[in-house]
């Protein structure tokens, strides 16, 4: 396929573009470049010819029509997105604006390209979304497709919205979309803003590891080359119309998440002291979601999917990684906002 993929300069987006350019796709990387886009993430694919380049924004109408009329894609996987929920609460405008408006500007573009060439069946327009969407969770429980959306804060909040907006044009203009919700990714190249990359680098600097509350907070882990491969999979072989939960099945508190990548360090890296005596609860985060967790058991059932890293597996491989590339980690160190705290609510 000639596959164009929005966001492929970021972290998830540039796992797909890696793994579709090794796979044989043609792959037309979209990318605005914001402050959370790196092109060393596709430096490895750069000067391949099945791979090609466009700085450009989704919410650019007449680019996106130049861009879909030059490469003429078979299918869109739409990633690029806001997706830092501390920043959404400190600045909820641009979440909108790329979010919703980008969606939908995204949407009507690949509409009119998907008409003037006949409303082939073979198109898919692919929609990446969040577990956030579902809300929070108690100690039981699992998100499946059918759980009612409760977005809680503006970052969930707008990804619910474009989620909505790929339904309807599906159920209005009959466009052949496709939708996937996944838990938390991690994995090399994250950017360094997220609490894994962010614990792994202060551990180092001998900074401390501010966790929200008390830790308490569970998060089910899904190593980014495996939601890759789901990606892809859904691409080729989903339902139309249809929505498949992504879940790594590795559900982890925070605070023993933390652990866990302290113990990695220790024995990687070894300190003076422990690094998790460098653990520092801070003030949680407002509306700060208790719980998520997915039941994937309908891309495992109907794709024959299932994750192929586990979390002991795939954290080592993540700090091994981090360990080997201070150039990349270094270079980004410097952009807006790290190192400092968002999302405080004030």
């Known amino acids: ?21 090794a796979q044989g796709h043609e792959v037309v990387n979209l990318d605005a470049l914001t402050y959370a886009a790196c092109l060393d993430n596709v430096a490895s694919v750069a000067d391949a010819p099945e791979y090609n380049f466009e700085h450009a924004d989704i919410r650019d109408r007449a680019a996106l029509d130049r861009i879909f009329a030059q ?42 390209h998907w008409t ?7 198109f898919r327009f692919h929609h990446v979304s969040t577990d956030e969407v579902f809300g929070s969770l108690g100690p039981t429980g699992l998100f499946t497709e059918s759980t009612p959306y409760d977005p809680r804060s503006p970052y969930s909040a707008s990804k619910a919205s474009s989620d909505h907006l790929v339904r309807a044009w599906h159920e209005t203009y009959g466009l052949p979309v496709l939708l996937t919700n996944c838990s938390n990714n991690y994995g090399p190249y994250h950017f360094p803003e997220k609490l894994i990359p962010v614990v792994i680098l202060n551990a180092l600097a001998g900074k401390p ?11 089910d882990w899904l190593y980014v080359e495996d939601h890759a491969t789901a990606l892809l ?73 299932t994750p192929s890293v586990t979390l002991e597996e795939g954290l080592e491989r993540t700090v091994d990684w981090y360990l080997a590339n201070e150039d990349w980690w270094r270079a980004l160190q410097s952009r807006e906002g790290l190192g400092m705290r968002l999302g405080a609510g004030g």
């Open 1 to 21: 396929m000639k596959i164009l993929v929005t966001g492929g300069a970021g972290f998830i987006g540039s796992a797909v573009v890696r793994l579709a350019v």
């Open 71 to 112: 490469h003429t894609p078979d299918a869109v996987l739409h990633l690029a997105a806001e997706s830092h929920v501390d920043r959404s609460i400190d600045g909820p405008g641009a979440f909108i604006d790329t979010n919703v408006t980008g969606t939908y500007t995204l949407l009507e573009a690949a509409r009119a």
């Open 116 to 122: 003037t060439k006949g409303k082939p069946d073979s």
């Open 209 to 219: 590891l501010p966790i929200y509350g008390q830790g308490a907070n569970v998060r």
């Open 233 to 305: 999979l859904v691409l080729e072989k989903g339902a139309v119309g249809r929505s498949y939960n992504i879940g790594g099945h590795n559900e982890r508190s925070n605070l023993d998440l933390v652990r866990s990548l302290c113990a990695i360090l220790d024995a990687k890296r070894p300190a003076a002291q422990p690094y998790a005596d460098q653990i520092t609860f801070v003030a949680d985060r407002p509306g700060h979601d208790a719980r998520y967790a997915i039941d994937a058991s309908r891309i495992r059932d109907e794709l024959g999917w």
